[in-house]
């Protein structure tokens, strides 16, 4: 039987337990997930390429079938060079609807063989973004809810080196 390649792109700066219930799931469904760390966006990041793909490898090293990879350039290109044939994305609330929607359309034309599949976060992470957990550690709240202990405690280390500076 063919097996299944899925890529999870984000820029996952930091990733959150939301992405990683997202990861968890499409883990279960795919025989290999490749989690896609990208500056694509064009978003100011905290944290480097490789401290995010650190960060995720660390959060995800029990998931025998999750690599974690990046990528420049366009998604649908990266996912060929891959032989991936579905896009993982997770939905949160009804406002990720849109973009998403745009996205799937716009990578589908580009490329018809590749599948866009949206999974459900769950509901105790649908509220919860990258931006939101960075505003809390500034505002130096806790963040266990959050992010797992790693990632935290590399969050808290990115201010005060910053502080220093
Ligand atoms: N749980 C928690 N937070 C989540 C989440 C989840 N399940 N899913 C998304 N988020 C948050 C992220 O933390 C991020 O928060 P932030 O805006 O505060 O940083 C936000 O939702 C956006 O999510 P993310 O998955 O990181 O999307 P993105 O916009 O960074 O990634 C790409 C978009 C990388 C997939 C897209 O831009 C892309 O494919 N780029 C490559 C270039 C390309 O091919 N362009 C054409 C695409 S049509």
Redesign the pocket.
């Known amino acids: 039987m063919q097996k299944i390649i899925a890529i999870y ?5 930091p990733p ?4 990683i ?2 990861i968890k799931r499409a883990a279960k469904i795919y025989n290999k997930v490749i989690l896609a760390v ?1 500056n ?2 064009g ?1 100011e990041t905290w944290f480097d390429i490789k401290e995010r793909e650190e960060m995720l490898k660390d959060s995800v090293r029990k998931l025998r079938n999750v690599e974690v990879d990046n990528f420049d ?4 290109n990266y996912a060929r060079k891959k032989k991936a044939s579905v896009i993982v ?2 939905l ?1 609330a009804l406002s ?1 609807f849109e973009y998403e929607f ?2 799937a359309l ?2 589908r034309n580009i490329d018809s063989k590749i599948e866009t599949v949206f999974l459900m ?1 769950h509901e105790n ?1 649908s509220y ?5 957990v960075k505003e809390i550690a500034l505002l130096k709240g806790d963040l266990s809810r959050f992010v797992p202990k790693n990632i935290a405690i590399a969050i808290k280390g990115k201010i005060k080196n910053e502080n220093k500076a």
């Not at 959150?16 to 992405?19: A, D, I, K, Q, V």
């Not at 350039?73 to 649908?76: A, D, I, N, R």
């Open positions: 792109p984000g820029t996952f700066d959150t337990f939301g992405h219930d997202v990208t694509g966006t978003k350039g366009l998604l649908v994305r997770g949160r990720d745009q996205m716009t990578n976060t992470y919860i973004s990258s931006s939101l």
